[in-house]
T-cell receptor, first 111, second 112 residues
Framework: QQPVQSPQAVILREGEDAVINCSSS?????VHWYRQKHGEAPVFLMI?????EQKGHDKISASFNEKKQQSSLYLTASQLSYSGTYFC????????????FGKGTKLTVNP | DADVTQTPRNRITKTGKRIMLECSQT?????MYWYRQDPGLGLRLIYY???????NKGEISDGYSVSRQAQAKFSLSLESAIPNQTALYFC???????????FGDGTRLSIL
């Protein structure tokens, strides 16, 4: 079952914050976040494992609520370089290496 | 050199042709994956392999086949290409922990 991402698209001005959500109807073991810039390959951002942890690096962080089967990606004080499409990939109890990706959220950061 | 290399980068071919997309990696990872990306649909898993003798179907394997020739090589074949297989194809690898996947630059395939 493909996870549902929201919003589908968001436009920001540099310095603004954004939240991207990822929801699944299945019990999750892990949530992975990737960013894909136009014309490039997806690039791994971070992984969150069952346990409700929160992670982050630089000004991008994420949370994982396993009871609600949801994850959120937080982008703080956005930079132009944050523009791209963000995908969540979910792994179930059977093996987190086999991911099911959402349809993506397109983030545009303008000057 | 790229850690995950896909060839060709672009391919235009005709309906009914047999096509092979190749992927090689220098990361030493055991696990390899083939995805298909269509606009607005995200990444969908076609096949995955956890080692040379282990190959598994993903969510959209119909019309595709794979071969894992070695730990470092994983090929995707379209036996008889059809226009709705036009898409961007990505190969990815991960280590045994599966903590992150590393993608190649993709192959843009057009079937006329």
């Amino acid at each position: 079952q493909q996870p549902v991402q929201s919003p589908q698209a968001v436009i920001l001005r540099e310095g603004e914050d954004a939240v991207i959500n990822c929801s699944s109807s299945k019990a999750l073991y892990s949530v992975h976040w990737y960013r894909q810039k136009h014309g490039e390959a997806p690039v791994f951002l971070m992984i969150l494992l069952k346990g409700g942890e929160q992670k982050g690096h630089d000004k991008i962080s994420a949370s994982f609520n396993e009871k609600k089967q949801q994850s959120s990606l937080y982008l703080t004080a956005s930079q132009l370089s944050y523009s791209g499409t963000y995908f969540c990939g979910t792994g179930d109890q059977g093996g987190s290496e086999k991911l099911v990706f959402g349809k993506g959220t397109k983030l545009t950061v303008n000057p | 050199d790229a850690d995950v290399t896909q060839t060709p980068r672009n391919r235009i071919t005709k309906t009914g042709k047999r096509i092979m997309l190749e992927c090689s990696q220098t990361k030493g990872h055991d696990r390899m994956y083939w995805y298909r990306q269509d606009p607005g649909l995200g990444l969908r898993l076609i096949y995955y392999s956890f080692d040379v003798k282990d190959i598994n179907k993903g969510e959209i394997s119909d019309g595709y086949s794979v071969s894992r020739q070695a730990q470092a090589k994983f090929s995707l074949s379209l036996e008889s290409a059809i226009p709705n297989q036009t898409a961007l194809y990505f190969c990815a690898t991960s280590d045994v922990q599966g903590m992150s996947q590393h993608f190649g630059d993709g192959t843009r395939l057009s079937i006329l």
